[in-house]
């Protein structure tokens, strides 16, 4: 039994390999679907912003007053802007912003391109000569690609005016000594790896998401398990990469 | 001799006897699954040619390798004088354009409302239209299907004889020479199944287009098939003009027909 589903992991692994190398392939080659690719970036990015805007407030909101304490008992207290700003973006807005786009978006595509596949919609499109992989999968991917890391900088954003009203609480900080605290604690070092990640993430999150529904098999229950198994792969995913991105920045900076 | 014959008859009526859809010793399996062993069919121009057999016989295996959906383990399969198997995509959606696949389950694409569906595929093969254009197409062709009013509406406000002519629509408005329809009247009532066979007849004629008709409708045959096949174990169990096959010494094949 675990050696089959050794072989079923390795075997999906390939198959997912395939997929993105196709990916590159078609990417390249004209025709663009520009219009669909647009279509996409605003459903991915605008029509996630909300969600994104409050995960983020309480991020930073929650991020402040958990770290208070301690600094207070170092009388560190000053230090609270850059360290909880060093903390979001370097780490947790990031992370949390592309799981919870696994959990929207990865699961959103699955079950979309899943139900295409079961309904015949993704055959239709092939027999009309028109390529459902382009149409489809590489707009996705490029949206998703483009707009987590996008987003994810919002979400910093919106984490350190969070910060602000966590600080606020306690104690009476103007609002301008905040923001040239964060940014001086601030250096390229924190930002271009964590956004560099960030691109990753995404990249996956669209990948994944695509690649589960478009190998649904037939029934309309494979659309659930597509969306599901999404979830859980992209998730997982998103871990793997952010250790791999940690080590390596760690190497080098 | 016969040959002779057969040579007169082709120079007397070329439409009849030019072959637009050949099928020949066609392989499918499925792991240990072997659905097709060997078919062999020919649909000559201007024919209807009308499938039957058991569910899960592999109708619709046989016309989903004619548009490459499904790539055959073994045999040949040439339409419109081009053989089909193991052409590049680009080489294979030159042939595509020209047939039109009527989908068991209509499949509309569900994101876009019938006047978007039908643009859709239009847009796309007809780049020099004006939007004007586009729009009389649209119109014209959802008129024929007899649904001109349904045009703003989505897939999921359609019922399922609705969304089958929606999906006939879409697959008419590219002009195909070939229509492959599969169980276009299967899940619809006796006259709405009429309705829609009739359509058929009617498109054949006005067209002029060449079909392949899967179905288990046998009103639905009667009223469209010039020829009729029996598929069973994999392959063609019999063969001939509807009238002819009803009155079959094959017990088997006469069931179909009660
Ligand atoms: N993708 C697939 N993977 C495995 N087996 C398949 C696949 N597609 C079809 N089959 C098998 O092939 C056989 C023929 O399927 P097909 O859809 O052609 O049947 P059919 O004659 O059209 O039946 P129906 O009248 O119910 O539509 C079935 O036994 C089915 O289990
Ligand atoms: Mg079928």
């Not at chain 1, 489809?136 to 996008?150: C, S």
């Not at chain 1, 990249?203 to 969306?227: L, P, Q």
């Not at chain 2, 066609?26 to 062999?40: D, E, P, Q």
């Not at chain 2, 586009?134 to 019922?159: F, H, N, Q, W």
Request: glycine share 8%.
């Amino acid at each position: 039994m675990p050696i089959l589903y050794l072989k079923n992991t390795f075997t999906d692994i390939g198959d997912a390999t395939l997929f993105t190398k196709k990916f590159f392939k078609e990417v390249f080659i004209p025709p663009y679907e520009t219009k669909e690719f647009f279509k996409q970036c605003y459903l991915i990015g605008y029509k996630s912003l909300p969600l994104v805007a409050l995960t983020g407030f309480i991020m930073g909101l929650v991020l402040t007053l958990q770290t208070r304490p301690t600094l207070a008992t170092f009388g560190a207290e000053s230090w609270l802007p850059g360290m909880v700003a060093l903390s979001l973006i370097r780490e947790i807005a990031p992370v949390i912003t592309a799981l919870i786009c696994a959990g929207k978006i990865s699961s959103g595509i699955g079950a979309e391109l899943g139900s295409m596949k079961v309904t015949e919609q993704i055959d239709a499109m092939e027999v009309a000569a028109i390529n459902p992989f382009k149409y489809l999968v590489v707009t996705r991917i490029l949206a998703t690609t483009l707009m987590v890391p996008l987003l994810v900088i919002f979400a910093d954003a919106i984490g350190i005016l969070g910060g602000y009203a966590g600080i606020t609480i306690h104690s009476d900080v103007n609002a301008y000594r905040y923001i040239s605290q964060v940014f001086q604690s601030l250096g390229f070092i924190d930002i271009i790896p964590a956004t560099i990640k960030t691109f990753f993430f995404g990249f996956f999150i669209g990948m994944i998401g695509c690649y589960k529904g478009f190998n649904a098999a037939n029934g309309t229950e494979s659309v659930g398990k597509a969306a599901n198994s999404a979830v859980v792969t992209a998730s997982l995913t998103i871990f793997i990469i952010d250790m791999l991105a940690v080590q390596i920045t760690d190497l080098f900076f | 001799m016969k040959s002779e014959q057969e040579n007169i008859v082709q120079t007397l009526t070329p439409n009849k006897r030019t072959p637009i859809i050949e099928i020949k010793d066609l392989h499918k399996s499925f792991g240990n699954n072997a659905v097709l062993k060997g078919i062999n069919l020919t649909v000559n121009k201007g024919e209807d040619l009308v499938i039957l057999g058991r569910s899960g016989e592999g109708k619709s295996i046989t016309i989903k390798c004619i548009v490459g959906l499904v790539i055959p383990d073994k045999g040949n399969i040439s339409v419109l004088g081009e053989e089909i198997i193991g052409l590049k995509r680009n080489e294979l959606n030159k042939i595509r354009v020209k047939i039109g696949f009527l989908f068991q389950s209509g499949a509309l694409y569900d994101s876009m409302s019938v006047r978007e569906n039908l643009e859709f595929t239009l847009r796309r093969y007809s780049k020099q239209l004006s939007t004007q254009e586009i729009e009389t197409e649209i119109i014209d062709v959802l008129e024929s299907v007899g649904l001109a009013d349904a045009i703003d509406k989505m897939p999921s406000e359609l019922s399922g004889g609705m969304r089958k002519r929606i999906g006939l629509a879409r697959t008419l408005i590219l002009k195909p020479e070939i229509i492959l329809y599969d169980e276009p009247t299967t899940g619809l009532d006796t006259i709405t199944s009429k309705e829609i066979s009739e359509l058929i007849v009617d498109i054949k004629q006005k067209r002029k287009t060449t079909s392949i008709i899967i179905t288990h409708d046998m009103s639905c045959a009667k009223l469209t098939a010039d020829r009729v096949m029996i598929l069973k174990d994999g392959i063609i169990h019999a063969e001939g003009k509807y009238k002819e096959l009803e009155k079959s010494k094959d017990e088997w094949v006469r069931s179909f027909f009660i």
